[in-house]
């Protein structure tokens, strides 16, 4: 087993003890809140399974009971700094980098099913997210940061489309296996992640499982659904990532109540630190679309209004999103950081024009920047006082290289 040289993990507030551990379906480490990193696994066996921390035996605690949608428990080990091996099954697990240096983003990877609109997700071509895990793997990222969209799968599968025959659908553990864990195995096991809510993460579609699943606060049995989490931060050595949940923030009206929500999350990473800051989110606060009849299209109209009064954080150095299903990259006039997406991780794509210097859609004008279609992923290696950003296909093939330095993109 390979051993990292790092190890920012141990458990706590936990007594060794000697059960044999219980059979997993599914595991991976993530963080959460102010740097924490958990362990979660969803247990097919009536209580939680152990880890081996340096030799001792810990178990598990419950995060979520079963319930109808979701039959196994779903379990968690928070972790802190100090340990010297973590073997959970007969795996070692990859622990968190204080410092990474190579930063894997990722997002829409689900393949959608919703009414008419089916993309066949029984076609490796058509919906290509367990190629790009196992490739992305392959390229052994220190972190792999998920910018939202997990699920897709709406509706049943139209009676007669062998696309997607057989698929299952739905806000249950059959639906998020089937969407997300299975075709990510590789990559889960590769790293730990950074989980962003994505619009369809909202309470109305998939809300309830990711934030079962993936979310980072507690699971309340009984408690409604949660719209909107509050940003947190998670400092890392070199950078500071705030995690902003933009979910439910339209992109073509600016409902004032969500315009105050949104005002309040960005005042709070204004707050954030230290610097440098990236912005995590899900839905680009301007990014660019073709839509019929070939217009070009873009902005969220709800980030633009909650910046209008209060400015940007000064602090923010780098944003990152996903939600446009291609590749972006994007430097604002004025004082805006640059934009990077990466929403073509396996759902339908998008297209976009090839170059968006110039582009004025929101009253966000952009100085330069462009877009790259195809399914696939991207790299940030550090370099120095910055970062190269490498965009990869959908098999590991590097595409183009940007740099990224004093808040600048340039391709």
């Not at 806000?171 to 089937?178: G, H, M």
Request: with cysteine; hydrophobic share 45%.
């Amino acid at each position: 087993m390979r051993i990292p040289r790092f190890f920012f993990a141990v458990l706590i507030g936990l007594s060794p003890i000697a059960e044999a551990a219980a059979p997993v379906p599914v595991h991976w480490v993530q963080f959460g809140p102010g740097g924490a990193a958990e362990l979660r696994a969803v247990a097919n066996a009536a209580s939680c399974p152990d880890v081996a921390i340096d030799g001792a035996d810990y178990r598990m605690a419950e995060r979520a009971a079963p319930d109808e949608n979701f039959p196994q428990s779903l379990c968690a080990l928070t972790l802190r700094p100090g340990a010297r091996q973590v073997v959970f099954q007969g795996e070692e697990i990859p622990l968190p980098k204080p410092a990474p240096t190579r930063i894997l983003v990722i997002g829409d990877t689900g393949c959608r099913i919703l009414g008419k609109n089916v993309q066949a997700c029984n076609d490796p071509e058509k919906w290509p997210f367990a190629t790009i895990a196992r490739e992305a793997a392959g390229l052994n990222p220190d972190l792999v940061i998920h910018v939202g969209d997990y699920d897709y799968r709406e509706s049943a599968c139209p009676e007669g489309n062998a696309g997607c025959a057989g698929v299952v659908w739905g806000d249950n553990w059959a639906s998020w296996k089937a969407d997300f864990f299975d075709p990510a195995e590789p990559l889960l096991a590769a790293a730990p992640f950074v989980f962003v809510r994505g619009n369809h993460e909202e309470c109305s579609r998939f809300g309830p499982g990711w934030l079962r699943l993936l979310g980072p606060l507690a699971v309340m049995p009984g408690a409604p659904c949660t719209e909107n989490i509050a940003p947190y931060a998670i400092p890392l050595k070199d950078i500071t990532l705030a995690i902003l949940d933009d979910a439910s923030a339209p992109d073509v009206n600016a409902p004032s109540n969500l315009v105050q929500v949104y005002r309040g999350d960005l005042k709070a990473i204004a707050g954030f630190g230290p610097a440098p800051v990236w912005i995590a989110t899900h839905r680009p606060i301007s990014g660019y679309v073709r839509v019929p009849p070939g217009i070009t299209a873009g902005g969220n109209q709800t980030l633009l209004a909650a910046i209008v009064a209060d400015g940007f954080p000064k602090t923010v150095e780098l944003m990152l999103a996903g939600h446009i299903h291609t590749f972006e990259a994007i430097n604002y006039s004025g004082t805006l950081p640059p934009q990077l997406i990466a929403g073509n991780g396996g759902d339908t794509l998008d297209t976009a024009p090839a170059d968006l210097s110039g582009l004025n859609i929101g009253g966000l004008p952009v100085s330069s920047g462009l877009s790259q279609p195809g399914f696939g992923f991207l790299m940030l290696i550090r370099s120095g006082a910055g970062w190269n950003v490498d965009v990869y296909n959908v098999h590991g093939q590097r595409e183009r290289s940007c740099t990224f330095s004093d808040r600048k993109l340039t391709c």
